[in-house]
């Protein structure tokens, strides 16, 4: 079936430095990609999505590029905050097979910036 | 402002308790889930709704139950908790299965001694 991988956390970085998160993707067909984020103590909120090959979400200075061919869809930032402190996590759509049109989610990379 | 509410933020209860989990969204969303988030596995999904009366199986329903009787509401049935339903929960809704955004609740803390 479809599933998720991400990067194992925790991650802790300096205030202003780069961030990547791995994630890649099974899928049959063409899912829809996502990137949620969980500020401490709150629900998941949609932070970008990507829906074909090719296509690069971005919000808040978050970046991802949809990349079909390595099944990939890793999030970027330049220069992180103490403020995008928080779990972050890879899902897809996929449009086959029995979890068609529901998010398939990976376990989560729990990123902590240091002043 | 539009959202997804769930009740109680926190609970402990007994093993066999029967309890329920209350989830309202104010979107006029038809398509609405439930997970369970654990450390290490993420969020899985236990049941979701493409509609009222339309319900079915996520991932991991064994040892609950849901129902959709209105459009707006979604509540989530533990008949029998056991320990391994100590878990966090969240309830979240999206305009239609499918690839648009999924709004989320803030989570129940469940504990189950």
């Known amino acids: 079936g479809d599933s998720v991988t991400q990067m194992e956390g925790p991650v802790t970085l300096s205030e202003e430095a780069f961030l990547t998160i791995n994630c890649t993707y099974t899928a049959t067909g063409y899912p829809s990609l996502f990137w949620y984020v969980q500020y401490p103590g709150e629900g998941l909120q949609l932070l970008l999505k990507a829906t074909k090959a090719d296509d690069k979400g971005s919000n808040k200075g978050f970046e991802a590029t949809y990349r079909k061919e390595t099944t990939s869809f890793h999030l970027e930032k330049g220069s992180v905050q103490v403020s995008d402190s928080a779990v972050y996590f890879c899902?897809?759509?996929?449009?086959?097979?029995?979890?068609?049109?529901?998010?398939?989610f990976g376990k989560g990379t729990k990123l902590s910036v240091k002043p | 402002e539009a959202q997804v509410t769930q009740n109680p933020r926190y609970l402990i209860t007994v093993t066999g308790k029967k309890l329920t989990v209350t989830c309202s969204q104010n979107?006029?969303?038809?398509?609405m889930s439930w997970y369970r988030q654990d450390p290490g596995l993420g969020l899985r999904q236990i049941y979701y709704?493409?509609?009222?009366?339309?319900?079915d199986k996520g991932d991991v329903p064994e040892g609950y139950k849901v129902s959709r009787k209105e459009k707006r509401n979604f509540p989530l049935i533990l008949e029998s908790p056991s320990p391994n339903q100590t878990s966090l929960y969240f309830c979240?809704?999206?305009?239609?299965?499918?690839?648009?955004?999924?709004?989320f609740g803030q989570g129940t803390r469940l504990t189950v001694v």
């Open positions: 709704s493409m509609n009222v009366e339309v319900t």
């Open positions: 979240a809704s999206s305009p239609i299965r499918g690839n648009t955004e999924a709004f």
């Open positions: 899902a897809l759509v996929g449009d086959y097979g029995g979890s068609q049109g529901n998010l398939i």
């Open positions: 979107m006029n969303h038809e398509y």
